[in-house]
Nanobody, 124 residues
Framework: VQLQASGGGLVQAGGSLRLSCAVS????????MGWFRQAPGKEREVVSC??????????ADSVKGRFTISSDNAKNAVTVYLQMNNLKPEDTAVYYC????????????????WGQGTQVTVSS
């Protein structure tokens, strides 16, 4: 499985961005995709996750009500999105998408396949 993240950029506070993660390769029939972020000088943290079969979603408290995760599970062409609205300067980070087989778990340690990251910068 390979992941390609895109959609980052520079935006003013209050603005919006949509991140995309294109998934290629053979994925498990049941899997979970996650978005994580790492700000300068901080540890990487989970932002949001979604399961391919149940559709169950998780959001970190810091993004609830502002970010929305979704997936487009077309045959042989899975894409996971992160719609980010009302962005704040504290959302500035490199955002990574990640994949794991199985529909559970949100912690970084359970994810073994990672995309290359896309920079999101929110100016005040």
């Amino acid at each position: 499985v390979q992941l390609q993240a895109s959609g980052g950029g520079l935006v003013q506070a209050g603005g919006s961005l949509r991140l995309s993660c294109a998934v290629s390769g053979r994925t498990s029939s049941s899997s979970r995709m996650g978005w994580f972020r790492q700000a300068p000088g901080k540890e990487r943290e989970v932002v949001s996750c979604i399961s391919s079969t149940t559709g169950s979603k998780y959001y970190a408290d810091s993004v609830k009500g502002r970010f929305t995760i979704s997936s487009d599970n077309a045959k042989n062409a899975v894409t996971v999105y992160l719609q980010m609205n009302n962005l704040k300067p504290e959302d500035t980070a490199v955002y990574y998408c990640a994949y794991r087989p199985g529909a559970r778990y949100n912690k970084e340690e359970y994810y073994r396949t990672w995309g290359q990251g896309t920079q999101v910068t929110v100016s005040s």
